[in-house]
Every structure is written in C-alpha cells, then in structure tokens.
C-alpha cells in the first residue's frame, strides 16, 4: 500500500464520480467537497474508490466531516499507515 497524494485524490474525483474539472489556478487541496459539487451519494463512491485502490477500510461516512480535499488524503494516509503497522 502507498500514500495517497493530493493528485491521487484528484484524479479518482474525476474518475469514479464524475466531478467537473476544479478551477484552473484554484488551490485544490483546500477545496471542500462542496466546491467541487459532490453530494452525499458522490462521496460514497468516492469513499468505495478509495478504499479499493488503497486497500483501506474508510468508515461509512468519515468522508462527509472531512473539511477539505487536503483532509482526506490525510485520513487515507493515517488508514494505510496503520495498515502497514498491523493496527
């Protein structure tokens, strides 16, 4: 299992629930879900995404508190890290 970057993040937003391209320029690890357009049901599949290419177990809806894009490549880190730990 590796980290997940804020590229990785990007590209499985675009990928797995179809979110419109961010602004060109805009900083994209502060943008809240809700800048980027996604609803509860978009964050489930985004929450199903992740946890099959990083082999992480996301809790149902952790998703939803994150505040930011840059939150969510943090609480994915801290799942493969304990992964990797045996935690």
Known sequence: MTAMTI????????????????????????ATFGDLGYDSLALMELTAAISHRFEVAVPEGALEYRTTAQDTVDLVNQLVGANRDGS
């Open 7 to 30: 590229d990785d993040l990007r590209q499985i937003l675009y990928s797995a629930a179809g979110a419109a391209e961010h602004e060109p320029g805009a900083d994209f690890a502060s």
